[in-house]
């Protein structure tokens, strides 16, 4: 399982608007990295609603960037979590990864979320 020190797995996934997007693309950045169920899931959805909530105070107190993952298709990222709202008016980078590249390499089963910072890529902390 991926911890705390480990060197971050760089991915490469589609955003809600086919955009490509790594994890590498980020490098220099502090970045919240969150994987959650499915965009279906109430908890996960609540999870981020209480996160945007909080996000305009967070990344200006952090300069923190934050990526969400989905093991979801886009469309349905767009219905149950940008809840029709562009992904230029949503606050984070949503990912769809339906093959769950990301959630292998990062041996994720369930919900998890983990700090990676700066250019060393490093996993500071984490709640897996």
């Given at each position: ?24 693309q980020f490098r220099g950045k502090k970045i919240m990295l969150s994987f959650y ?92």
């Amino acid at each position: 399982m991926v911890k705390a020190g480990d060197f971050a797995p760089d991915f490469e996934l589609r955003d809600v608007d086919g955009k490509r997007c790594t994890l590498s693309q980020f490098r220099g950045k502090k970045i919240m990295l969150s994987f959650y169920r499915y965009a279906s899931c109430p908890l996960c959805r609540y999870a981020i609603d209480q996160l945007k909530g909080r996000y305009k105070k967070l990344a200006w107190a952090a300069k923190l960037k934050v990526i969400t993952v989905f093991p979801s298709p886009s469309p349905n990222i767009r219905k149950y979590v940008l809840k029709g709202t562009t992904s230029s008016n949503f606050p984070f980078v949503a990912l769809s990864d339906p093959e769950e590249e990301a959630y292998k390499k990062y041996q994720v089963g369930a919900s998890m979320w983990g700090l990676i910072y700066g250019s060393s890529r490093s996993i500071i902390t984490g709640k897996w």
